[in-house]
């Protein structure tokens, strides 16, 4: 009954990788988002798609690119991985219905990045 | 742009302490506020909300009033417990833009 899973829930990996985190919903919703964690716990915007169309794209290296190939899921591909790339990867999800006002999260994705 | 600032933590208090945490935030317009709990080692869930000035959120004991003369959404709770122990965010949606804009967290510590 998990309403906004990832996976994997932990990646280590060596610095020059590629790797994807993926993310799906099942609350029916029409937007999904990706928000970043650093280690001082700061939260931040990465994108939003909303039916499948990136409506916010914050500055990000375009090593960056997510992927959404319907509503319910939302992946993330990131190229290249460099050290500072090491954070905790949260997806969420929101509706119209509820004016966008109330976003639920999944559990998030813990990067390490050697 | 938008911003939202957060007392700086821990706080630390002992178990039935009343609660405070303070909570600023600098928008155009009228952004709906929000405040979000992340338990250790789990995602953010929403704790309460207000959508429109003088609206008050309350959760588990947990209230917040939205404050647009002096721009601020503070967190109380009467009587803590050892479980609220986790890191509270403030964040603002600004109107037109659906992205949460949070603000840099503070985390709880509650000793028995």
Redesign the interface.
């Known amino acids: 009954d998990t309403a906004?899973s990832q996976t994997p829930k932990y990646l280590v990996t060596q610095m020059g990788n590629d790797k994807s985190i993926k993310c799906e919903q099942n609350l029916g919703h029409d937007?999904m988002?990706w928000?970043k964690q650093d280690s001082?716990?700061?939260?931040?915007?990465m994108f939003?798609y909303?039916n499948k169309e990136l409506?916010?794209n914050e500055t990000v290296p375009n090593r960056f690119s997510p992927k959404s190939p319907d509503k319910a899921h939302l992946n993330l591909h990131i190229n290249s991985l460099e050290l500072g790339d090491s954070a905790v990867y949260?997806c969420?999800s929101?509706t119209r219905t509820s004016?966008?006002?109330?976003?639920?999260?999944?559990?998030?994705t813990r990067l390490t990045v050697l | 742009g938008n911003s939202v600032t957060q007392m700086e933590g821990p706080v630390t208090l002992s178990e039935e302490a009343f609660l405070t945490i303070n909570c600023t935030y600098t928008a155009t317009g009228y952004p709906?506020l929000f405040w979000?709990v992340?338990y250790p080692g789990?995602?953010?869930?929403?704790l309460l909300?207000a959508?429109k000035a003088d609206d008050k959120g309350s959760n588990k004991g947990f209230e917040a009033t939205y404050r647009k003369e002096t721009t601020s959404f503070h967190l109380e709770k009467g009587s803590v417990q050892v479980s609220d122990s986790a890191?509270y965010?403030c964040a603002l949606?600004h109107t037109g833009?659906?992205?949460?804009?949070?603000g840099?967290?503070t985390?709880l510590q509650v000793q028995p």
């Open positions: 906004v937007t988002y928000y001082k716990k700061f939260l931040k915007i939003s909303n409506i916010i949260f969420a929101s004016g966008y006002n109330e976003q639920f999260f999944g559990p998030g | 709906s979000y992340q789990e995602g953010l869930q929403l909300k959508t890191v965010f949606i833009r659906r992205a949460l804009t949070f840099s967290g985390r």
